[in-house]
């Protein structure tokens, strides 16, 4: 293999995760292949069942193939823009250098922020408290990467399968596959359960009683409440809990001593000048590794909830197994089959449900699987498991987090926008690559994590969807930014909010209107769960009210009235995109980044600078607006670079096609 044919293969979209090339609809029976890549992984393809393989491999290569223009990598418009993007991009990286470096005048004011670092005798920027909590501990995840698996090998050779769990009145019944299948199953969740203990207790010490308490409220509501209350319970008890978790601080043992029960006298009178540490706060001192357990717990909601849901939808299931009625393989489910088709109802089991809640690799951060597919998956491994695809997606991680290193330890923009500060200095151009640049390490540093924590699951026999599926400068489309951002959660939303609250399949306007005012409510429970923070919500309002334009822009220039003029219509769309982008960038850097003030500093140092003051374009003095005007003449060529961009995204998307992929992101 060429190292050229290698690269390609790592950086394919194969490789990030198959749900993006292969069919998300399974072959009835079950012949162990993989279908060939589709149309859209999210939706089956009507009247599939019913097709043979081969039919069914030319409806799809055409249907992808559909409406797709000829490419325009070598045309002379693509080698124009070639030329725009050689320039920029050394320029990009060397403007925000060049802020970076000692000599600047406002080094001294973040110098504070940055650690020793070691690559080239230059130092990084650790800063962020959020990332560098993961950096920090990188040796030690590695250890328990390897750790895991192997403990849980030693296990499985410890404990060969057996059939006995299945109760003797039901094993008649089940053929020697759904046996295999049932005693994998219990011979993984013992194993996980055990490890989640231990894995709970390292982590938040004596907290983790707390977190099995919760546990045990959800399901003892999911499993006694009627059936017609279950949604409307559940949603109450977990909003409640993120509310709860963030005013209570995480219920300290302390406080709760304070409040419920008798102080302990003999500790008081022994030593008094430690008043406060009564029983409660001594069994605060144990906090394990990570003490603010309600930060992680989060996450950790998503999947109560999943639990409930998908426990209260499969009661709705009557009329025997969705497998037989489908003539399915259940060691060869789609995705889409492993989250549908609800479990057995033995499956709904406390064992089962902590096993999942509390599953080590996808604990901390994710990805999100949903119960339905965690437990399919614990019956048969995915054929899309191989080592082959998991070694080379450990090497992308790798190279990703070397990404992260260059870039901390070269371009100190996370520090530079904590030390507020004296904005004037910088050219409009150096403040625009702050910002950006501050967006991408954003952007790597929850790709990191959440690529970490798949790599785990992947090599334990799980496969949960990837988070990330383009990068962050590969974006022009708000709706679509969103189902590629955080993937796995918004595939949660789509199936747990959006959908129920009626998603946007009204047709016409009113339809737009619906869909407009779910994704309020959506991205109002979004920022809430991130935080119950201001400028979280003020996020994420300002993501509803930036995905208006595209939409009316999309509901007044339909693409099927351009079929005879596609290159003015691409035109047109480029335009768009380009406010598109800057209005996501401007909404992302308030909720994640700067906040709303900074933004402002940002914002009025780029476009509001009329003092002369260098720019990009400030050498060619023949352009006398650059001497009067630097802010708004940058603006201008700004939006001409994102417009090239733009053009390149279409084309990839173009180049997918031709190759049978559109994804929706």
């Not at 950096?135 to 296990?155: C, E, Q, T």
Request: net charge positive; aromatic share 14%; hydrophobic share 45%.
């Amino acid at each position: 293999m060429s190292l050229l044919h290698y690269a390609e293969r790592l950086f394919s979209l194969d490789t990030l995760d198959t749900r993006f090339t292969r069919s998300s609809q399974a072959k009835s029976g079950g012949s162990g292949s993989v279908q060939p890549p589709r149309i859209d992984p999210a939706k089956p393809i009507p009247g599939l069942d019913t097709q043979d393989a081969a039919s069914r491999s030319r409806q799809t290569e055409n249907r992808g193939r559909e409406g797709v223009q000829p490419s325009k990598w070598l045309t002379p418009e693509f080698f124009l823009y070639y030329i725009v993007i050689v320039v920029a991009l050394p320029l990009m990286f060397k403007s925000v250098y060049d802020v970076s470096i000692p000599s600047h005048p406002n080094y001294p004011r973040y110098e504070h922020l940055l650690s020793p670092g070691w690559i080239l005798g230059r130092k990084v920027d650790n800063s962020d408290q959020q990332y560098s909590g993961f950096r920090d501990n990188i040796p030690y995840m590695f250890l328990l990467l390897a750790f895991h698996p192997l403990l849980r090998r030693l296990y499985e050779s410890l404990r060969p399968f057996d059939s006995q769990p299945v109760p003797s009145y039901q094993r008649a019944s089940r053929n020697a596959q759904d046996l295999e299948g049932h005693a994998r199953l219990d011979r993984r969740v013992r194993f996980d359960v055990g490890i989640a203990c231990v894995f709970l207790l390292a982590l938040h010490g004596s907290s983790a009683l707390k977190v099995f308490m919760i546990l045990y409220v959800n399901y003892t509501l999911a499993k006694n409440l009627p059936r017609s209350y279950v949604p409307l319970g559940t949603w109450v008890l977990n909003i409640g809990i993120l509310f709860a978790n963030e005013l209570c601080k995480g219920y300290p043992y302390a406080e709760i001593a304070r409040y419920l029960l008798p102080w302990n006298t003999t500790l008081q009178s022994a030593s008094e000048e430690k008043a406060g540490q009564n029983w409660g706060a001594i069994l605060d001192s144990y906090g394990g590794l990570l003490p603010r357990w309600e930060i992680l717990f989060n996450i950790t909601v998503l999947r109560l909830i999943s639990f409930n849901m998908d426990y209260c939808w499969s009661l709705d299931r009557s009329g025997g197994s969705p497998l037989e009625k489908k003539q399915l393989d259940p060691s060869d489910l789609s995705e889409r089959d492993r989250v549908d088709i609800p479990a057995k109802s033995e499956d709904y089991s406390v064992r089962n449900y902590f096993a999942y809640v509390l599953y080590s690799p996808l604990y901390i951060a994710g990805p999100i699987l949903t119960f339905n597919d965690y437990i399919s998956q614990l019956r048969y491994t995915p054929r899309s498991i191989s080592r082959d695809r998991t070694t080379m997606y450990g090497i992308r991680f790798l190279i990703s987090l070397l990404t992260m290193e260059v870039m901390l330890h070269f371009l100190y923009a996370v520090a530079i926008s904590k030390s507020q500060p004296a904005w004037e200095v910088y050219t409009p151009f150096q403040l625009s690559m702050l910002g950006y640049f501050n967006l991408h390490i954003i952007w790597l540093k929850l790709l990191l994590p959440w690529r970490f924590f798949r790599l785990w699951a992947l090599l334990d026999g799980i496969d949960p969807p990837e988070n990330m599926v383009r990068c962050m400068s590969d974006n022009y489309s708000a709706l679509a930014f969103w189902r590629g951002w955080h993937r796995s959660f918004n595939r949660w939303i789509v199936r747990y909010i959006y959908i129920p609250l009626g998603g946007s399949g009204t047709r016409g306007k009113w339809g737009k209107v619906r869909a407009v005012v779910n994704m309020l409510a959506v991205f109002t429970f979004v920022a809430l769960w991130h935080d119950i923070q201001l400028k979280l919500l003020i996020w994420g309002w300002l993501i509803t009210l930036f995905v208006l334009p595209e939409v009316l822009a999309g509901y007044l220039f339909p693409k099927r009235s351009w079929q005879n003029h596609k290159d003015a219509y691409r035109i047109i769309c480029g335009i768009g995109a380009v406010g598109n982008i800057l209005m996501m960038m401007a909404a992302n850097l308030v909720g994640f980044a700067v906040g709303l003030d900074g933004l402002k500093g940002l914002v009025h140092g780029i476009v509001g600078s009329y003092s002369g003051r260098s720019s990009i374009i400030a050498p060619f003095k023949p352009f006398s607006a650059a001497n009067v005007f630097p802010g708004l003449v940058f603006l201008i060529t700004a939006c001409c670079a994102l417009f090239v961009g733009v053009q390149v995204m279409f084309e990839l998307r173009e180049h997918e096609l031709r190759h049978g992929i559109k994804l929706k992101c």
